[in-house]
């Protein structure tokens, strides 16, 4: 787009950086570039280089637009050059960082439901029923989204961990919600010498000959894109590779494996062949990566460790290489909701942890439907029956229907929580943390509730039909009742707001200050998350029922007291017009409205600009 990349980003918002394109998503070379396409991605380009060259020499593209891509390219070079400070990778993993992604994971997790204040779990608990597959995954999210971090903390074992000495905990996984399998990780596989990881032998071409280069990986996730796996010592678009460990096996029975990639790969498992892929064009059946190969291993057992070898030969037109491997243990047992539904009915309390496996929620597909995958839905039902107790934990990074919302006293919204998730959900579960996170999102009853809906799926083209009413104030016009709104999140504790202050005045080029009370009332120390929004009364154009303009975060112990202040500059005040290409602030009317979610405006008063 001419007008997004070259006159709003480049001219009006003077963006001095490069602009890249998605992986694979240039279709054009003249047109891209005029339009503001810095760099195709990945390497080597297809529509660059010497179709680039020929469009400058026929006039399609002027030398000035080709010397400002050179330009941004090459600020982008010098700004990714390594600092004076060396690099630490073992930084990544120390204990306060450690600590800090628990911090954050614990302040983020956001509490949508808890009547009978069933929560935090009390200290006369003795036996806990876990249930859900999610409670033994961390999941981050598939695709470009997934995070590969030094150490996970499953909710299990953030729960077993935090209530060792408190109540038994029982653990059962349900449901398989697995659409696919996932990336087998580190901790899976080891060296005859006792050592995590794989070794890794890289060939200078395609053919597995010569001398190797030896390294030693983590996992097999690889993403080489149009780089060499060893710069300087192999070709990136020559070369072969054989990965060599052992395989410990984490449950009994048939364990499909999948090699996702491109180019030629084979999986051996204790010598036999279980996955070969001889196909090494992409495919689009998963988001372009290249074709998920699938086969089934023999019936392993559980804590048996199995000899692994991969082999890989790079043989692709897509300019580009990746390759990871996958598994799908078989961790649900046939009878994996009767053993739950018992499991809950033994217990005081049951936890049922559903959410998105990995790969769900990932780049380059759709989400078939809004509910959770699997036969999560009938899951959580049926335990509830079994035990009027429960709570339920959703993983996951995208609304979900929750039909049972009704039947369960308690729900949790846990995101993807990266690594420390675990100890962190036991945080806000068993009351050390005090949950405080609100919804950057809202949540519907229903899918054909969503604005995008009637737009969905397209014919190979995108209607943003919902125009400035996106996110909470579609809901907000059109007056429907989300299931949880934008801005939502309870706490174990109870906050009052009062004594809301602002002018009844103000000319343009002022800044409007706005402040007001909060106190905690209840009996545990919380932290809040106080939202402002503004009502634009007498707008010329359509505008939002309420827009959200400042939040203020503030810790508070029991029987505390604090004025918060928020300041809204002009801009706070104005919509942008289109014909005239600038922001614009209507003098008239407008409404301040504090509250503790969208929906729950605890405070309002009016305001007028004056002309």
Not at 404 to 410: C, I, L, R, S
Not at 481 to 486: A, D, G, I
Not at 491 to 500: D, K
Request: hydrophobic share 40%.
């Amino acid at each position: 787009s001419h007008y997004l990349l070259r006159e709003l980003l480049k001219q009006e918002w003077g963006f001095e950086g490069t602009a890249v394109s998605d992986w694979s998503a240039l279709h054009s070379t003249a047109p891209a570039l005029n339009a503001g396409c810095d760099l195709e991605m990945p390497g080597p380009a297809k529509y660059r280089g010497g179709l680039l060259k020929e469009a400058v020499q026929y006039w399609q593209v002027s030398e000035e637009t080709l010397e400002d891509a050179v330009r941004r390219v090459l600020r982008l070079i010098v700004r990714c050059m390594p600092g004076k400070v060396p690099a630490n990778p073992h930084l990544a993993s120390t204990v306060a960082h450690r600590q800090l992604a628990r911090e954050i994971a614990s302040e983020s997790i956001t509490l949508l439901k808890n009547e009978g204040n069933l929560l935090p779990i009390q200290d006369s608990v003795r036996k806990i029923a876990v249930i859900g597959l999610n409670a033994m995954l961390t999941v981050t999210g598939g695709g470009s989204s997934r995070v590969l971090g030094s150490e996970w903390i499953t909710p299990l074992q953030g729960l077993q961990e935090a209530l060792a000495d408190q109540a038994e905990i029982i653990y059962e996984p349900g449901d398989d919600n697995r659409v696919t399998g996932q990336p087998v990780e580190a901790s899976y596989f080891s060296q005859p010498d006792g050592s995590q990881g794989l070794k890794a032998k890289l060939y200078p071409n395609p053919d597995f000959q010569g001398e190797p280069l030896i390294m030693h990986v983590p996992a097999l996730d690889e993403w080489w894109g149009g780089a060499s796996p060893a710069p300087g010592e192999i070709d990136g678009h020559a070369f072969s590779a054989v990965w060599e460990g052992q395989y410990t096996a984490a449950v009994s029975g048939l364990t499909p494996f999948m090699l996702v990639g491109n180019g030629y790969s084979r999986l051996y498992i204790d010598e036999n062949l279980v996955v070969e892929n001889n196909n090494g064009d992409v495919v689009p059946d998963y988001g372009n990566y290249g074709p998920v190969m699938v086969g089934e291993s023999n019936d392993l057992k559980a804590g048996q460790t199995y000899p692994l070898r991969v082999e890989y030969s790079y043989q692709t037109e897509a300019g580009f290489a990746m390759l990871q491997l996958w598994h799908k243990p078989p961790y649900v047992p046939a009878d994996g909701h009767a053993r739950a539904v018992n499991a809950a009915a033994a217990a005081e309390l049951a936890i049922v942890v559903v959410g998105s496996p990995d790969a769900y929620e990932t780049e380059g597909l759709d989400r078939p439907t809004m509910r959770l995958p699997g036969h999560q839905d009938e899951l959580v039902v049926e335990v509830a029956q079994a035990n009027p107790n429960t709570i339920v934990v959703v993983n996951a990074g995208t609304p979900m229907e929750m039909s049972w919302v009704n039947q369960v006293p308690a729900i949790l919204w846990a995101y993807f929580p990266g690594q420390e998730g675990g100890h962190a959900l036991a945080d806000i579960l068993t009351g050390v943390v005090n949950p405080s996170g609100k919804l950057p999102l809202t949540l519907p009853a229903r899918i054909e509730d969503n604005p995008t809906f009637i737009n969905y799926p397209g014919d190979r083209s995108i209607l943003y039909g919902e125009d400035i009413f996106i996110g909470y104030r579609y809901y907000d016009a059109r007056k429907i009742e989300p299931l949880f709104p934008f801005g939502h999140g309870l706490s174990y504790t109870q906050f009052t707001y009062g004594e809301l202050s602002c002018p009844s005045s103000f000319h343009q080029g002022e800044t409007v200050e706005i402040s007001f009370t909060i106190r905690n009332d209840g009996n545990r120390s919380g932290s809040e998350v106080a939202q402002v929004y503004l009502h634009d009364v007498q707008s010329r154009i359509p505008r939002p029922p309420r827009e959200l303009k400042g939040f203020k975060r503030v810790f508070l112990d029991p029987g505390a007291e604090v004025r918060l202040t928020v300041r809204l500059d002009e801009l706070a005040f104005s919509f942008y017009d289109q014909d005239l290409h600038q922001w614009i602030a209507e003098p008239g009317y407008f409404e301040i409205q504090v509250g503790s979610s969208s929906r729950d405006i605890r405070l309002s008063a009016s305001v007028k600009l004056e002309a």
